[in-house]
């Protein structure tokens, strides 16, 4: 099979003062025969978000599996937070996982413990917290998913929205400064989905996460892009259209057969020529 050619694309340089948070240096994988990543390098800034797109079996996933450790190269390197991660032991990575939040598909709580002991399990189970600072902190993150009144309620009589906000809560709650989210509006409806969303905008710009947005659902990565959250004078939270400079904290990276066949904005995207891409955006 062909290789596909990559398609260099101009995009705004970083400021130098931006942190490199996460960092894929040739990164090689392959199970058996089958070659999943062949030699994929990208970087993410502190405080931006990185939208990885795909078709099933591009390596997507994988990309975050490599990140938390779960998954080993066989060739290339890994930074997170500038430590050299891929030839640490599973012990030495237990304190790069601490500055990691992971939202799973299908949310992936558990279903035997309410929403408040969901979203403090690390901090209750993990930690040395005093568990009334705990408890602040669990109300304070669901007050910011807008789920504090469902606090003591079990998973079961949430709707499938809620179950992912309160996964994004739980990610939040030990304060990661790097959040993956793995295809996290699957299997939700179109307005659903943008509450999902907008927690992930929130997050970007009041709490200045660097994420990570795996997903093959273009209209959320797409909005993700191209709007911000703002306060209106009365302290309400607003999602609205992204100014140009704010929508290149957000880039997209393509991957296919294992290589990075795009990166760049959302309107680089747009205009790309590239007879895949515009396939895929079709």
């Known amino acids: 099979m062909a290789q596909p050619n990559a398609v260099a694309v101009a995009v705004e340089t970083p400021s130098a003062d931006d942190a490199v948070v ?3 240096k040739h990164v090689y994988l392959a199970f058996d025969d089958k070659v999943v990543l062949k030699d994929v390098t990208f970087t993410l800034q502190a405080g931006r978000t990185l939208i990885i797109l795909g078709a099933s079996g591009s390596g997507k996933s994988t990309t975050l599996k490599i990140i938390t450790g779960l998954l080993k190269p ?17 012990t030495a990575l237990m304190t790069t996982r601490a500055d990691l939040g992971m939202i799973f598909q299908e949310g992936a709580l558990f279903d035997s413990l309410t929403v408040r002991e969901n979203v403090g399990y690390k901090l ?3 930690s040395e917290m005093p568990l009334d600072e705990a408890n602040r902190r669990v109300e304070e993150v669901l007050g910011f998913v807008g789920l504090a009144e469902h606090i003591d309620k079990m998973p079961s009589v949430l709707s499938g929205g809620q179950r992912r906000r309160v996964a994004i809560a739980r990610a939040m709650a030990f304060k990661p400064r790097i959040l993956l989210y793995d295809e996290a509006t699957t299997g939700l409806d179109p307005i659903t989905a ?19 947005v795996v997903t093959h659902q273009l209209r959320d990565a797409f909005y993700v892009a191209t709007k911000m959250a703002v306060r209106a004078p009365d302290g309400q939270v607003q999602i609205v259209d992204a100014t140009p400079d ?13 290589l990075v066949v795009f990166e ?3 309107h680089a995207l747009r205009r ?3 007879s895949y891409i515009k396939t895929f955006l079709s």
């Open 264 to 266: 760049g904005d959302a």
């Open 124 to 126: 209750y189970e993990e």
């Open 272 to 274: 790309s020529t590239d």
């Open 22 to 24: 996460v960092e894929f």
């Open 246 to 258: 704010k929508e290149q904290e957000t880039l997209f990276l393509m991957l296919r057969e294992g």
């Open 74 to 90: 066989d060739g290339g390197e890994v930074y997170v937070n500038g430590v050299r991660t891929d030839t640490m032991s599973e």
């Open 194 to 212: 943008v509450t999902v969303n907008d927690e992930v905008i929130k997050l970007r710009d009041f709490e200045n996460a660097s994420s990570i």
